[in-house]
């Protein structure tokens, strides 16, 4: 199956400043990568849909303009986010979908934020 | 709406077997996934079944049936690593993944 890298896997950082993770697709390209939240206890919860080379399409109730998605190419989507506040302290996951039949998805290591 | 339903936790012992459910009621159909996530970790996939049947990998098995909107996870042989959280997905029409709040599975020894 497809590799998929996640940068940083942790990071801690204060509250109003922004962070970017990065997601790669080590030995597959692909077209379609997705963000995924999980908070303690619960389960995942989808946040954009990148599409390499076009907007994001993002989850009813995900600011657009707080978690900045862009997939530049087809190994590479990064999510900003933008001035971090306490209640953004997650668990970040990305994953990519082959464009194969059936179409499979694998997931990245994950990246926890904490802010505080 | 679009809706998963699984047991939120179940209970089983080392060396036997354990089967969780996983019905589902979604706009479209384009497969189902089943997950295995230990916790503070990403899940990691398990199977995909897109055709009705079983299909087995190993010590286990995954069963769809696309008319009664049903699958289940078969987990035979239990070892203690296999105490996690198993998460049931389905790909709508649209190719988003619907996801289930996920099974707790605790095995004892």
């Known amino acids: 199956g497809a590799v998929v890298s996640q940068h940083p896997s942790w990071v801690i950082c204060k509250s109003g400043t922004s962070v970017k993770i990065e997601c790669r697709s080590l030995?597959?390209?692909?077209?379609?990568m997705f963000w995924y939240r999980q908070f303690p206890k619960q389960s995942l919860m989808l946040m954009a849909t990148?599409?390499?080379?076009?907007?994001?399409?993002?989850e009813q109730g995900v600011e657009k303009d707080k978690f900045l998605i862009n997939h530049a190419s087809l190994t590479l989507s990064t999510l900003t986010v933008t001035s971090a506040h306490p209640e953004d302290s997650s668990f970040y996951i990305c994953?990519?979908?082959?464009?194969?039949?059936?179409?499979?998805?694998?997931f990245g290591p994950g990246t926890r934020l904490t802010v505080t | 709406g679009q809706n998963i339903d699984q047991p939120t936790e179940m209970t089983a012992t080392e060396g036997a077997i354990v089967q969780i459910n996983c019905t589902y009621q979604?706009?479209?159909?384009?497969?189902l996934f089943w997950y295995q996530q230990h916790a503070g970790e990403a899940p990691t996939f398990l199977s995909y079944n897109v055709l009705d049947g079983l299909e087995e990998k190993g010590r286990f098995s995954s069963f769809l049936s696309r008319s009664k909107g049903y699958s289940y996870l078969l987990l035979k042989e239990l070892q203690m690593k296999d105490s996690a959280s198993y998460l049931c997905a389905v790909v709508d029409s649209n190719y988003q993944l619907i996801w289930g709040a996920g099974t707790k599975l605790i095995i004892k020894p």
């Open positions: 030995d597959f390209q692909a077209t379609t």
């Open positions: 979604t706009s479209g159909f384009n497969g």
């Open positions: 994953s990519v979908l082959t464009s194969g039949s059936p179409r499979e998805q694998y």
């Open positions: 990148s599409n390499e080379g076009s907007k994001a399409t993002y």
